[in-house]
């Protein structure tokens, strides 16, 4: 006949499986190759803003550069037209003028090479950010398919828990209030097991075996509320 114990020992069986599938839910292999997965990916995309980060750098001073030759150039065409243009006859003048388109060449020069070498440094950071961008392309869509793989598990084990769950409380329904009480509280404080089988004389809680008298006497009254002298947990002979 079963008693009012065996039935607490079955919720004690659906609040184990509760357990598991709630450590289970919390240490899902998928969590944790999604996880990396979303790691591998920040981790590119904090490459790509760190290479945009010194493109852009090298495109403003390009910028500033390309904006002074233009300035220059365009200085040293007004100084040339104003050498041939005939309002100027005296020899000091125009050669002052020549010297002047002279040295504005040679300053256009000197930052055309600055130009050059911003291009040579420019040109390696764009090969790597393409690479970078597809790099990425390629772990977000690693990080999609662990997103779905893991909304899988969870999903299979939500049913798992809510059966569980359901299966747990109907059950429960037939341990008296105050009883159902004790066993939780002890359950809060023992590693998740409030009432287990004695076996023989020993405990199944602790595994711990009980005196003789004190296991006889249990068996001889199984609708009487013990407790393991052990571990304190409910005993169900």
């Known amino acids: 006949m079963t008693t009012t114990f065996d039935t607490l020992l079955e919720v004690q069986a659906h609040d184990t499986r509760l357990d598991q599938i709630h450590h289970l839910l919390e240490n899902l292999p998928a969590r944790e190759e999604r996880d990396a997965a979303r790691a591998a990916l920040e981790a590119v995309e904090e490459q790509i803003v760190g290479e945009t980060e010194a493109r852009d750098g090298l495109a403003r001073q390009q910028k500033r550069l390309d904006d002074e030759i233009e300035t220059i150039a365009a200085k040293r065409k007004a100084v040339d037209v104003t050498l041939y243009g005939g309002t100027i006859t005296n020899a000091r003048e125009l050669q002052d003028l ?3 388109i002279e040295a504005l060449g040679r300053r256009i020069t000197q930052l055309e090479d600055q130009d ?26 690693v990080l999609d398919d662990a997103e779905l793989r893991l909304i899988a598990a ?7 828990l809510e059966n569980e769950t ?7 329904e037939a ?9 939780q509280s002890l359950r809060g404080g023992r590693g998740g097991i ?15 075996t009980l005196s003789a008298v004190e296991a006889s006497r249990i068996h001889k009254h199984p609708e009487e509320v013990t407790h393991c002298e052990e571990c304190g947990r409910l005993l169900v002979p």
């Open 116 to 141: 050059l070498v911003i291009m040579e440094q420019l040109e390696p950071i764009e090969t790597q950010l393409a690479e970078l961008v597809v790099t990425r392309g390629q772990r977000s869509t």
């Open 166 to 172: 359901t299966a747990r409380a109907s059950t429960a």
């Open 194 to 208: 409030g009432v287990a089988k004695l076996v023989g004389t020993q405990c199944g809680g602790c595994h711990l």
């Open 154 to 160: 969870q999903a299979e084990l939500a049913v798992d």
């Open 98 to 100: 020549q010297e002047e």
């Open 175 to 183: 341990i008296p209030a105050d009883l159902l009480a004790e066993y």
